[in-house]
């Protein structure tokens, strides 16, 4: 589906991002797995997608430091010549309630979330409007995945650093579709809602957690990393052509105020 496309998917070696470079591979892109810690990780996560036979290779750089942002991509773009898929996952929580969260809680989360999202699409979109479309390989001149989250609309107390960031995405994503569209770039995002990995372990790490969390899912299951690697491979797919600044939420129904089933 992805044949001959090149991606780079931030945050590669756990989680979601983990699944979506394994899943871009697998539909047969070459793919960059970029990480900021875990180079073990992360090489074992190429190793996986040169078994379908595409390239990879993995990249240390941290999402929210500019020079290192540019380096990234200067590599990608010497090694595998251009890039076609942005995938826009790397984020992290650093949780406190309000009066507890400190400034550098505050920046972190920002920082990692949201400009590094910003960093990323800035790069990524300078090579598509140098490449254009070409189309043996795609309808669009770049495809641009948001990794959001259902709290881009759900307000969460105690964790008011991330909920902000993954709102400032919804409007950067929307931005970007509205500046970009013109030139044949499709920007997206995708809103997972809770998901079995390392970011939210507490939530269902005991049978106890995981049934309080379900109440919160009218579908009655946690996700797994390829529910929404699935769902980040079709939208980058020409499949998706016509997908142009919306948001795939993919939460198992986390967003249809479950408390209503009984209340209100
Ligand atoms: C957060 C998880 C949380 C999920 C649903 C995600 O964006 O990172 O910690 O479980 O949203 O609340």
Redesign the pocket.
Known sequence: MLRGQKALVTGANSGIGLATAVALGRAGADVVVNYVFGQEAAEDVVRQIRGFGVRAFACEADVSDERQVVGMFARMLEEFGTIDILVANA?L?RDAPVTEMTVEQWHKVIDVNLTGQFLCAREATKEFLRRGVVPEVSRSAGKIVCM????QI?P?SG?LN?AAS?GGVLMLMQTLAQELGPHGIRVNAV?????R?P??RS??ETPEAEAE?LR?IPYRRVGDPDDIAAAVTVLVSDLMDYVVGTTLFV?GG?TLFPGFATGG
Not at 148 to 151: A, E, I, K, M, T
């Open positions: 984020g929580q959001s989250s259902v709290h759900i969460w964790h991330y993954k809103a997972p809602g809770a998901i990995t970011i939210n939530a269902w969390l919160l939460d986390m």
